[in-house]
Each structure stands twice: as C-alpha cells, then as structure tokens.
T-cell receptor, first 115, second 112 residues
C-alpha cells in the first residue's frame, strides 16, 4: 500500500482483557518497529523486526506484551491482561532498509484506552 | 527513557514568521531525524542529518547539527498555519539497524 496501515484506529478494552493491534507496513519494507506514545510524550521504542526476525524486544514493558511478524510483512502487537497504564497510542513504523538513510514511515497509530 | 530534549516545549508565532526549535541529546549518535506529528496522527519524517554533516536544507526547513554540543536545531522559514503540529527530534545510534530515541517534542502553533 501507499503507507503504513494500522488497525483498529481506536480500541477500548476493559482491564484484564487481551488486545491485538495490527500493522500493515509498506510492501517490501524490511524493518518494522513498534513504539508506544503516552499522552504528551514522545514515542518510546518497544520492539524491532527485520523481516520475520524479532531482533530487539528490549523495550517491551512486561511479559504481557508480545509481538510477531510471521511472514515478514504484517505484524501484530498483542497485550495480555491489559492494565490502565497500557493506555497509550501504539505506533508502527517501517523502513526500506534499516532506516539510517531514509528515516521511517509511521502509521497513524492505534489509540488504546483501558478502562 | 528519552535521550532527546526539545526546547521550547511550546512555541506560538504568526504566519510568515520563522520558527526555531532546538534539540539536545546525551550520547554519541549516527544520525538525527526530525519528525512532525499533527494532533491524533502518526509521525511524518521531515529530514535526516548524519553525524558528519553540519547543515541540511529541505524546502522551508533548515536543520543544523553540532555534535560537539550534542545539539540540533530545526528552522522553519515563512511559517504557515498548516505547520501547526508537534515536532520531535529522534536520534539513531548506529550505522546499521538502529532504534530511534525521541524527545518530548515542541508544540508549534502558527496563527493566521
């Protein structure tokens, strides 16, 4: 597609519920990143994929967070047993290579609200 | 944790004026990037400057980088109401794969 597509755009979850957030990167983009952005803050890194390999998951805040990209294209970020502190905008970004030459293309994000 | 810090936190100007935003960071970098974020939307990549570059231009944007002071500035000339957005600097540490570390952003308001 023309850009990075994320769905759903908004998600309201009850505390304790599991959620799955989807990211469709630009076709052919090797690198895929997930970021978490709290209100009034800059994005914070969660995890990085190069094709289907998850090379860095150091930013995942707890073992309730899990991400996958099984075929090297679409990625899913799953949050189990959601807590109120998980409320944030979750941004996905992709890049043709490793981003150092081109920058990253971000999706519009999924706004997660845990009630 | 956030490495970059933008200054000012908020900036309000009139259309046609220039807007300057600054970014300071803490550790050595490979590149520094500026992004724009409109309210409720994703980030849009504006410009990337490498650590061996001192200045870069793109349209009405001018970015400078001073690695000795670990700082960068973004200048938007002849601002327009459509430039109203939050602006973030982000640093990349490595020449290969590199996560970006973002600052908290500068909120720019351009009034007609």
């Amino acid at each position: 597609g023309a850009g990075v597509s994320q769905s759903p755009r908004y998600k309201v979850a009850k505390r304790g519920q599991d959620v799955a957030l989807r990211c469709d990167p630009i076709s052919g983009h090797v690198s895929l990143f997930w970021y978490q952005q709290a209100l009034g803050q800059g994005p914070e890194f969660l995890t990085y994929f190069q094709n289907e390999a998850q090379l860095d998951k150091s930013g995942l805040p707890s073992d309730r967070f899990f991400a996958e990209r099984p075929e090297g294209s679409v990625s899913t970020l799953k949050i189990q047993r959601t807590q109120q502190e998980d409320s944030a905008v979750y941004l996905c970004a992709s890049s043709l290579s490793q981003g150092e030459n081109y920058g990253y293309t971000f999706g519009s994000g999924t706004r997660l609200t845990v009630v | 944790s956030q490495q970059g810090e933008e200054d000012p936190q908020a900036l309000s100007i009139q259309e046609g004026e220039n807007a300057t935003m600054n970014c300071s960071y803490k550790t050595s970098i490979n590149n520094l990037q500026w992004y724009r974020q409109n309210s409720g939307r994703g980030l849009v990549h504006l410009i990337l400057i490498r650590s061996n570059e001192r200045e870069k231009h793109s349209g009405r944007l001018r970015v400078t980088l001073d690695t000795s002071k670990k700082s960068s500035s973004l200048l938007i000339t002849a601002s327009r109401a459509a430039d109203t957005a939050s602006y973030f600097c982000a640093t990349g540490m490595n020449s290969g794969y590199s996560t970006l570390t973002f600052g908290k952003g500068t909120m720019l308001l351009v009034s007609p």
